[in-house]
């Protein structure tokens, strides 16, 4: 998390000099595995954020001595229980570092064993298959969103459900959470707008997973655009279309051309950050805001983050800088917003795979709960991981879309709209049992609550949205009715690893 510091009062923001704010970053384009001179890994990651904040420090000075930040970067914090997972065990605390970046989406290269060697099977399938690696063992798993990749032109040769089949063995099997698609890169420029194309948009709005899509010009959105189009006013695609996202990949490549805006007020498609960089940074979010800023449409829901390593750099420092300059439009929320929340929103559905079954949820609750009992109980969790279990994801609690607060300072509280007490861990036995939802959820009065759920039938967790009105009424009243309280902090511990067994 960055840690900033506003470097003079701003009464209409309620912000005095000095007032502490922190910000929950997420990387929304990263790229893993091998692609020619490219090759990336968790611990590559890990390193280039080092970087990039060595790189932010360095810029800060410049820009402080010209008067052009309304807040000063001062320090990274790690959120404090996946910083505590790594710490964990030797091997893993090397890899504690380059906090800057909190989360990632990550997803292929063009690797050069994507290629696929029989009509049979799909391109990316071993890609894919190390992208599941990384993303859902611990340690990486509470850093890290694995996003599978396709090549669309699967469908012209071979059997024509190939990318489908992988779209849907990628998420159900493999457990990743995103599709990429690179029509540049799969030569599909000319045939956005194709049958094959909405085959696969259709398997990727039914699934609810978003579609990361590189677009190097305004033609290409316009095309992607159009293949969108196409799907509406069928019956075929109504439920498709209330459930697809779209991200647009380097979105700011003319981020003076009206058009992009007008793609973006479209409730499918968001734009991504990279590749932005001098003179075109301001220009984009002046833009955004300027023409999405109109009643009833959140300007900074729109647009994510991302750095696009290893194919760029350090360039990302330059959007951070400029969300907290004083050119930037928007408020501390819209910085969360851009700089973390809104990929959440998108990517962040509780992890789940086929491995899972039905069961009926228990619950056990501890009130007034101190801090150090959290610890104790994340400990006793923490160990299981040392016992034969793995932990294939731990998703903070988030706010409902559309509801994304405005940011707290650190004196009071800090709040940013991530829920740090709050999260889901997705866990399952090494030897191949099923997989559990441990969620864990403190509210404000300091009652914590800990329910063991499985991620198969109605009873299920099947967001991370922290609203008692996103739970179904059959869970909810489940919870309440069988919630047991604990009296000791031992007990709370225990229990959660019986419920578990
Ligand atoms: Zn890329």
Same mark, same amino acid.
């Given at each position: 998390?960055?840690?900033?510091?506003?470097?003079?009062?701003?009464?209409?923001?309620?912000?005095?000099?000095?007032?502490?704010?922190?910000?929950?970053?997420?990387?929304?384009?990263?790229?893993?595995?091998?692609?020619?001179?490219?090759?990336?890994?968790?611990?590559?990651?890990?390193?280039?954020?080092?970087?990039?904040?060595?790189?932010?420090?360095?810029?800060?000075?410049?820009?402080?001595? =010209?008067?052009?930040?309304?807040?000063?970067?001062?320090?990274?914090?790690?959120?404090?229980?996946?910083?505590?997972?790594?710490?964990?065990?030797?091997?893993?605390?090397?890899?504690?570092?380059?906090?800057?970046?909190?989360?990632?989406?990550?997803?292929?290269?063009?690797?050069?064993?994507?290629?696929?060697?029989?009509?049979?099977?799909?391109?990316?399938?071993?890609?894919?298959?190390?992208?599941?690696?990384?993303?859902?063992?611990?340690?990486?798993?509470?850093?890290?969103?694995?996003?599978?990749?396709?090549?669309?032109?699967?469908?012209?040769?071979?059997?024509?459900?190939?990318?489908?089949?992988?779209?849907?063995?990628?998420?159900?099997?493999?457990?990743?959470?995103?599709?990429?698609?690179?029509?540049?890169?799969?030569?599909?420029?000319?045939?956005?707008?194709?049958?094959?194309?909405?085959?696969?948009?259709?398997?990727?709005?039914?699934?609810?997973?978003?579609?990361?899509?590189?677009?190097?010009?305004?033609?290409?959105?316009?095309?992607?655009?159009?293949?969108?189009?196409?799907?509406?006013?069928?019956?075929?695609?109504?439920?498709?279309?209330?459930?697809?996202?779209?991200?647009?990949?380097?979105?700011?490549?003319?981020?003076?051309?009206?058009?992009?805006?007008?793609?973006?007020?479209?409730?499918?498609?968001?734009?991504?950050?990279?590749?932005?960089?001098?003179?075109?940074?301001?220009?984009?979010?002046?833009?955004?805001?300027?023409?999405?800023?109109?009643?009833?449409?959140?300007?900074?829901?729109?647009?994510?983050?991302?750095?696009?390593?290893?194919?760029?750099?350090?360039?990302?420092?330059?959007?951070?800088?400029?969300?907290?300059?004083?050119?930037?439009?928007?408020?501390? =929320?819209?910085?969360?917003?851009?700089?973390?929340?809104?990929?959440?929103?998108?990517?962040?559905?509780?992890?789940?795979?086929?491995? =899972?079954?039905?069961?009926?949820?228990?619950?056990?609750?501890?009130?007034?709960?101190?801090?150090?009992?959290?610890?104790?109980?994340?400990?006793?969790?923490?160990?299981?991981?040392?016992?034969?279990?793995?932990?294939?994801?731990?998703?903070?609690?988030?706010?409902?879309?559309?509801?994304?607060?405005?940011?707290?300072?650190?004196?009071?509280?800090?709040?940013?709209?991530?829920?740090?007490?709050?999260?889901?861990?997705?866990?399952?036995?090494?030897?191949?049992?099923?997989?559990?939802?441990?969620?864990?959820?403190?509210?404000?009065?300091?009652?914590?609550?800990?329910?063991?759920?499985?991620?198969?039938?109605?009873?299920?967790?099947?967001?991370?949205?922290?609203?008692?009105?996103?739970?179904?009424?059959?869970?909810?009243?489940?919870?309440?009715?069988?919630?047991?309280?604990?009296?000791?902090?031992?007990?709370?511990?225990?229990?959660?690893?019986?419920?578990?067994?």
């Amino acid at each position: 998390m960055l840690v900033v510091r506003a470097v003079e009062d701003i009464p209409e923001q309620g912000i005095k000099k000095d007032d502490r704010f922190q910000f929950y970053v997420v990387d929304a384009h990263h790229h893993m595995g091998k692609e020619k001179g490219h090759r990336n890994s968790p611990s590559g990651a890990y390193d280039f954020y080092a970087l990039l904040w060595f790189e932010l420090q360095r810029m800060v000075k410049d820009q402080l001595e =010209g008067d052009l930040l309304l807040f000063e970067p001062i320090e990274v914090v790690p959120p404090e229980l996946p910083s505590r997972l790594f710490s964990s065990r030797a091997s893993w605390a090397r890899m504690n570092h380059g906090w800057l970046v909190d989360r990632t989406i990550v997803f292929p290269y063009t690797d050069d064993y994507s290629k696929s060697d029989s009509p049979d099977t799909p391109s990316f399938r071993v890609s894919n298959d190390k992208i599941a690696g990384w993303t859902t063992r611990a340690p990486h798993s509470t850093r890290l969103i694995g996003f599978g990749r396709v090549d669309p032109k699967d469908s012209l040769s071979g059997s024509p459900d190939r990318p489908v089949k992988e779209i849907k063995r990628a998420v159900k099997v493999l457990g990743l959470r995103g599709l990429k698609l690179h029509p540049l890169a799969q030569l599909f420029v000319d045939e956005i707008d194709s049958d094959y194309m909405r085959k696969i948009m259709k398997c990727a709005g039914d699934l609810g997973i978003p579609v990361i899509m590189d677009t190097r010009n305004t033609r290409t959105v316009l095309r992607i655009q159009d293949l969108v189009n196409s799907m509406r006013g069928s019956k075929k695609y109504e439920k498709t279309l209330t459930q697809l996202s779209i991200i647009l990949a380097h979105c700011g490549m003319s981020p003076g051309d009206p058009r992009l805006y007008e793609v973006l007020r479209d409730p499918v498609f968001y734009g991504e950050t990279s590749t932005l960089h001098g003179k075109d940074v301001p220009i984009l979010f002046q833009m955004a805001h300027e023409r999405m800023g109109a009643p009833g449409v959140q300007w900074s829901e729109k647009l994510l983050f991302g750095t696009d390593y290893s194919f760029l750099s350090v360039q990302a420092a330059e959007i951070i800088l400029h969300l907290i300059s004083r050119d930037f439009k928007g408020t501390l =929320g819209d910085i969360q917003r851009i700089i973390g929340g809104n990929a959440l929103t998108l990517a962040q559905t509780p992890f789940r795979t086929d491995n =899972g079954v039905k069961r009926q949820p228990k619950t056990v609750v501890y009130e007034k709960c101190e801090p150090t009992v959290t610890q104790e109980l994340e400990e006793s969790i923490i160990s299981l991981l040392n016992n034969g279990w793995n932990m294939s994801s731990l998703d903070l609690m988030i706010p409902p879309r559309h509801t994304w607060p405005n940011i707290q300072s650190l004196e009071r509280g800090g709040y940013n709209g991530i829920h740090l007490d709050s999260y889901v861990m997705t866990l399952h036995p090494k030897n191949g049992g099923t997989e559990f939802h441990v969620w864990v959820r403190m509210n404000p009065a300091g009652l914590l609550s800990c329910t063991v759920l499985g991620t198969k039938g109605t009873l299920v967790l099947d967001t991370a949205e922290f609203a008692a009105q996103r739970l179904g009424q059959e869970l909810s009243e489940k919870i309440r009715a069988d919630a047991r309280p604990m009296r000791t902090p031992q007990e709370l511990a225990s229990s959660v690893l019986d419920m578990l067994s």
